[in-house]
C-alpha cells in the first residue's frame, strides 16, 4: 500500500472509529446481568466508561499513525494487531456507555487527530522508539484502568469485567513490544506522556 493509500485508509478509519458504532471480533466480557445502580452511580461509571472510550479512540489513531511510519514491516504488523484488539475495547465501552445510558466524548475527532499525529513522529524516530513508545503507553493504560478499578461502584461487575479484559490485553501488548526491540523511553518523556494523559482523563470526563 502506497503512502497515499494509507493516508486513505487512516481517513476512513477516523471516520468509522468517530462516527460510526465498531463491531468486536471477540465477545462482550460483560455478559452478566445489571446489578442495580443509583443513577449517582450510574453516571460516575459512564464518565469513567467514557474516558475509557476516548483512550481507545486515541489507541485507534496513535496505532494508525505509528504504523503508516515504522520502517519494519514486522512492526507495522505488531501494530496492526494490536490495533485490531483495541478495536474489540472500543466497541466493548461504546456499549457499556448506552448500557449506563451515558454518552461518547464530544470532542472524539479532537482526540483522533491528535493522538495520529503523535504516532507518526513516534515512527518517524525508529522502530525501536517506536515500539518503545508503544509500550510505555500500554504501561501507562494499564494503570489508569488499574485506577478506574478502584473508582468504579462496587456493584458494577459488567464495567469491570470490560476493564480488567482490556487490562489484560494491554499488558500483553507492552510485553509484545518489548519483545520485539522497544527501547526504555527517557524519563521526561515519559512525564509529558502521563500529563497529556491527564488532561485527556480530566476533559473527557466532563465533555
Keep these: 500500500m502506497n503512502r497515499l493509500d494509507q493516508l486513505i485508509t487512516t481517513f476512513d478509519l477516523g471516520l468509522r472509529t468517530v462516527f460510526a458504532s465498531p463491531h468486536a471480533g471477540r465477545p462482550y ?3 452478566g446481568p445489571e446489578a442495580e445502580l443509583s ?18 479512540v486515541c489507541a485507534q489513531a496513535l496505532y494508525a499513525g505509528q504504523a503508516i511510519t515504522a520502517k519494519n514491516e514486522a512492526v507495522r504488523a505488531e501494530l496492526e494487531q494490536a490495533a485490531r484488539e483495541e478495536t474489540d475495547h472500543l466497541a466493548w465501552c461504546e456499549q457499556r456507555i448506552v448500557e449506563l445510558g451515558g454518552r461518547k466524548s464530544l470532542l472524539n475527532p479532537l482526540w483522533f487527530g491528535g493522538a495520529f499525529g503523535i504516532g507518526v513522529v513516534a515512527g518517524m524516530l525508529g ?6 513508545f508503544l509500550a510505555e503507553t500500554e504501561r501507562q493504560v494499564e494503570s489508569h484502568l488499574d485506577g478506574h478499578l478502584h473508582k468504579l461502584p462496587e ?18 501488548h507492552a ?6 526491540g522497544g527501547a526504555p523511553l ?10 497529556t494523559a491527564d488532561v485527556m482523563r480530566k476533559t473527557a470526563s466532563r465533555v
Excluded: C, F
Excluded at 522502530?127 to 518503545?132: Q, T, V
Excluded at 527517557?186 to 500529563?195: E, F, G, I, L, S
Design 175 to 180: 510485553q509484545t513490544a518489548v519483545d520485539h
Design 186 to 195: 527517557p524519563a521526561p518523556v515519559k512525564w509529558v506522556m502521563q500529563r
Design 155 to 172: 456493584a458494577d461487575a459488567k464495567s469491570r469485567a470490560v476493564v480488567e479484559q482490556m487490562k489484560i490485553d494491554e499488558i500483553k
Design 29 to 31: 466480557p460483560a455478559s
Design 127 to 132: 522502530d525501536k522508539w517506536n515500539l518503545g
Design 39 to 56: 443513577e449517582a452511580e450510574k453516571a460516575h461509571a459512564a464518565a469513567l466508561m467514557r474516558v475509557n472510550h476516548v483512550g481507545e
